[in-house]
């Protein structure tokens, strides 16, 4: 799907259109890059956007444990997160380089160091994201071992 995003303060956030982020509308989902890895995807799959392609990799207890808003980071012990990957595409190779650089300026920013800056709503968003994608990876886990 098509999703307009934008990196702020060490959180990427995306939303349906630009138009949605201009008109203040609440993101669809938010990422801390802390610890993030970001690459070229290795498949050597065709297609629209294979010159501008890139993957990002994030390790969903990090994002839980980042936004928790305690010295100790504890994880809801319901949640069972694992990895999650992103591909993303960019207008142009030149703006794919500056996107990839700048997540990599902001996987490197050190464990929490972001969510110290986040308000009350971002860590909310935040913590909803990684419980879903940590919910979506338990149903495709189950999925792949039926």
């Known amino acids: 799907k098509k999703r307009w995003f934008v990196v702020e303060r060490g959180m990427l956030q995306y939303y349906v259109s630009e138009s949605d982020r201009l008109t203040g509308k609440q993101a669809l989902g938010a990422l801390i890059l802390t610890g993030a890895t970001v690459r070229r995807p290795s498949s050597d799959k065709k297609g629209k956007y294979k010159a501008t392609c890139f993957r990002v990799d994030l390790d969903l207890a990090e994002q839980i444990t980042s936004s928790a808003g305690d010295e100790h980071g504890v994880l809801d012990s319901t949640l069972r997160p694992g990895k999650a990957k992103w591909l993303l595409a960019a207008k142009s190779e030149k703006e794919m380089l500056a996107w990839m650089d700048t997540i990599h ?42």
């Open 105 to 146: 300026f902001w996987s490197r920013t050190g464990t929490g160091s972001p969510a110290v800056l986040l308000t009350v709503a971002e860590v909310e968003a935040v913590r909803a994201s990684a419980a879903r994608e940590a919910q979506a990876e338990a149903v495709s886990a189950s999925a792949r071992a039926a």
